[in-house]
């Protein structure tokens, strides 16, 4: 299973937006070159997580994105499911709506696929972007500590 570049790049970008919470909002263009994302793709993403409410626009001469609420009140779960949509290892098990299947009372195959899909949304609900930031700077001051 692959989560698409959609996911993954909105989960940089929220990160970006993590790393600078509290300050002035910041143009898409500053987090694009951050994070080496188009411009334009950049754009689709962001309104995507503006209309999941996980970020705010702010417009004038200083506007720019924030986050919608505390780095550790997002959660990687709540990124994904709103740029992949509901976690599904296959559509027989999805979040939301899952695919009616005639063999669903006694396919095997489904019970570990449910059990798949149960341990990535404990997982990814599990890491806040909070988180994330203390693992960053856990990462750089290793990565001092080496040279």
């Known amino acids: 299973m692959r989560l698409s570049t959609r996911g993954h790049y909105g989960l940089k970008a929220m990160f970006d937006l ?4 509290g300050s ?10 951050r994070q080496n994302i188009s411009d334009n793709y950049l754009e689709q993403l962001i309104a995507v997580l503006r209309k999941a409410g996980l970020v705010k626009s702010v417009r004038g001469a200083q506007g720019g994105y924030i986050l919608a609420r ?3 009140n997002i959660t990687v779960g709540d ?6 949509g509901p976690i599904a290892p296959v559509d ?26 149960d341990r990535l949304a404990e997982v990814m609900d599990s890491i806040t972007l909070a988180d994330m930031l203390r693992d960053a700077e856990n990462l750089t001051a290793n990565n001092k500590d080496k040279t």
């Open 24 to 33: 002035e909002p910041i143009p898409l263009k500053t987090v694009a070159e």
């Open 92 to 117: 027989c098990v999805s979040e939301v709506e899952p695919t009616e299947c005639d063999q669903a009372e006694s396919c095997i195959t489904r019970m570990v696929w449910a059990r798949v899909r």
């Open 70 to 72: 505390e780095p550790g």
């Open 18 to 21: 993590a790393e600078h919470y």
């Open 79 to 84: 990124i994904i499911r709103a740029m992949e």
